[in-house]
Each structure stands twice: as C-alpha cells, then as structure tokens.
C-alpha cells in the first residue's frame, strides 16, 4: 500500500539513525518526508551519511518552510494532493509528544499515523545538551494559529447573505463558501464544519470561522453551532446542554447562535418585540419531525414571545428543482401539502422542503408575511437561493457526495453600544 513517511529530524532523530530505521520500511511505494532538512544537509556534509532507503523512495520531498506548522501544513497539502491516508513518522519520544499536538491541529481521523520511536540515546553523533525539559504543548496552537491567519483567502472575499426581514436590532447572515482558506475542493474554501471523516481538520475550520466572524461583525463572541441529530430537541441557552439538538433559542447578549448548512435550510428566528433568537436546522427529517415550530415553541414558552412577533428567515438549501425522495418518503410530504411534491407519481419524486416548512411555520401561528423564503417576498432579495444549483456559491450534499462543506445562518442581539455605533451615533 502505497505511504507517506516522515522522518522527523527536528527532535534528536539525526539522519544517521533515521538511515538504518528507513531500512525496516518498504520503499517502493513509500513518498519520504524529511522535516528539517537543514540538519539533514548539515549531518551528510559532516559525517557523509549515505541513505540507499531515500535513493530507492518512490518521492522523496523536502519540508524546509520557517515552521513547523507551516513544513506539516505544506506536508498535509501533499498527502491530499497524492490522495494518501497512512503516514509512518520516524521520530523519538520527545518528538512523538510534539508531533501528535500538530497532527490534533491539523489532521483529523481519515488519516492514520504509525509512530516509530527511537530513544533519545546518549550515544547519537548529532546529539548535543541537555534533554528536553519544557512543556511539548507549549506554543503549539499559538503556531498554527498564526500561520493559518497569513494564509490568503481562497476563491475570492467573503461573502454573507442578509435578509432585510430581521431588524437591524440584530446581527445576522447566511454565509457562503468564498472567502476561507480550506483548499480541499469540496471542501473549499469557508468549509465552517469539521469531521472525521473529512480531510479539513478543526483548526483550519476555527480560521474560517474566525474570518467570518470578523467579517460579520461578531467577533469575538463566540458561535454556538447546534449539534445536529436530525431531529427536533431544541436547546434553550442557559440550560443543561443536550449531547445533540437542531434547534437553539437565546434572550441573552454576547452569543451567536448558528445552524449549519449544506442543503438541509439553516433557519433564523428574530423576535424585535421581546428581543430573542432562535436557529434551527432543517433537513427533511427535521422538516417532517416540525424542528421549526419546536424552536418558536421554544421562545414563546421558555422566552416569553408572541408567534405573531417572531420573524423567520430561512437560508440557502437545495430546492425542489434538484432534491428527491423515495416515494414512501415523499408521501409524508404530499400529507403536508400537494404542492409540496411536483411530482408525486414518479420513481423518486421532487420535494419541496421549504415549501413544507412554511406551510408547518404558518399553521403554528407564523405570519406568511413574516417569513423570507423563496416562495414569496419578491420585492426582497433572495437568501434562500438552491445550493445544488450554485457551485461557485455554496455547498451541497446532494451535489458533492459525502465529501462536502458547510455553510451556516448566524444571529445574536445587538447590545446598545453595537446598535448605537451601527447607526453612527
């Protein structure tokens, strides 16, 4: 099976030692790695360190940028690029400790790494003072971070949709893809969501929440992303935290509530009246289980709003146009309304998700005038365009396969002083 393999000489793992340890590795299908190649040269000039394993690699590839997050960072991209998962890391245990904090950073569990260990030992010509004494972690995510913010921005500027129905007493938006720095093409580039299944690790995606944030407004406070189950728990902020829930609701300052998206609706709530907020996540499932009149159920009994005050602005999603269903599963949806399946008596029928949360939003006492969709508010731009349907925009499931990135709606409450320097007062 075609590996990578990283010869760590940054941690006391001189390349005299690496060469007889590279020897126990098939190098016919093995891309070798030399991090820190200055201390590679320097100990071939020195003591003539031959390498018959590096001269039989199929690649053999040189990480010499300034740091050690940007050689792994530079790594990651090649691995990506060569379509490879197995990484063997020769290294010694002090570098075992400091590499596996960058691999947390900047890896996440598609790939799998074999760390073979050699000892620190007394005896190897390169090695020179005292051991190591300090903590491995200590600087570490400072690092990555830092190189991650000098990365330039992928695929154009940020850009957020807003709805012109949420009063400008609120902070809000439904973000697109352009504007961050993951470069996976699917994933590419504002990929807001981590999983390990995918190949965009958590500290990438904090970047590109971070710039989005700084774009939006609402840095530094923090985004409180409902943890998905397809379902219709919806979590009140200020209670015990479910382990998941698609719905979120909040009367409090300084929080960002946010649903993701990648065809399933991200859906925003804005009450001006009692001043709350609500996201929700709506998927088909979600749709049938009623999570978007879970969530203004919510904030009328545990927030203390009036249906009729509460305005919903529902985001970018896959339309009728590009969505379908098994027919017994379209049938819970002909249940909602006809037109909610085009349709009804194909193989696998077309299925309007939103037109089916609106219908469910207006028989729960929401106004048909309060709601910014697709199926109305033509004098309003649009926020809920067909993510399948714009590649260069947005994110999809249905278009990408699993390998897909996400996008999200955010809101939080302005406080006065963010009102008031708004408004240039």
């Known amino acids: 099976m075609c590996q990578a393999v990283l010869v760590d000489l940054t941690h006391s793992c001189c390349p005299t030692c690496a060469g007889s340890s590279l020897l126990d590795i098939s190098a016919s299908d093995s891309h070798v790695f030399l991090l820190c190649v200055k201390r590679y040269r320097e100990e071939r000039e020195k003591n ?102 000098r990365l330039p921005a992928l695929k154009g500027d940020i850009m957020v949709l807003r709805s012109t129905l949420i009063p400008d007493c609120f902070g809000h938006g439904f973000s697109t893809r352009t504007g961050g720095v993951s470069y996976i093409p699917t994933l590419s580039s504002l990929n807001l969501f981590s999983s390990s299944r995918r190949r965009d690790p958590g500290a990438v995606v904090m970047e590109n929440r971070r710039r989005l944030a700084l774009h939006a407004g609402f840095h530094p406070k923090p985004l409180r992303l409902v943890k998905v189950n397809h379902g219709s728990d919806v979590w009140v902020v200020g209670k015990a935290e479910p382990s998941s829930y698609d719905g979120i609701v909040t009367n409090q300052t300084g929080v960002v509530l946010g649903s993701p998206g990648a065809d399933c609706m991200p859906i925003l709530f804005a009450d001006p009246v009692s001043k709350a907020i609500g996201a929700a996540h709506a998927g088909w499932k979600g749709t049938l289980m009623g999570v978007a009149m879970a969530t203004v159920g919510a904030m009328v009994t545990e927030l203390g709003c009036q249906v009729s005050d509460i305005v919903v602005a529902v985001g970018p999603s896959v339309g009728a146009c590009c969505f379908t269903l098994e027919r017994e599963q379209a049938l819970d949806f002909i249940r909602i309304h006809p037109d909610c399946v085009p349709d009804p008596d194909s193989a696998r029928p077309h299925v309007n998700i939103r037109l089916a949360n609106r219908i469910l939003l207006q028989s729960g006492g929401i106004l048909p005038e309060h709601i910014h969709d697709d199926a109305t508010m033509t004098d309003r731009s649009s926020v809920t365009p067909c993510t399948s349907c714009h590649p260069a925009l947005f994110f999809s499931h249905v278009r990408d396969g699993l390998n897909f990135g996400t996008q999200a709606g955010f809101v939080w409450i302005k406080e006065t002083a963010e009102r008031g320097q708004k408004s240039g007062r």
Do not use: I
Request: net charge negative.
């Open 48 to 149: 003539g360190f031959s390498d018959p394993f590096l001269s039989s690699c199929k690649s053999v590839h040189v990480l010499d940028s300034g740091s050690t997050a940007e050689c792994l960072y530079r790594f990651k991209q090649t691995v990506d690029q060569l379509d490879l998962s197995s990484v063997t890391v020769l290294t010694t245990l002090r570098g075992r400790e400091v590499l596996a904090l960058y691999q947390e950073q900047l890896f996440t569990s598609v790939y799998t790494f074999d760390y073979k260990v050699r000892s620190d030992d007394l005896t190897c010509p390169s090695r020179t003072g005292s051991a190591h004494t300090d903590s491995p972690g200590e600087g570490v995510h400072e690092e990555v971070s830092a190189f991650l913010q």
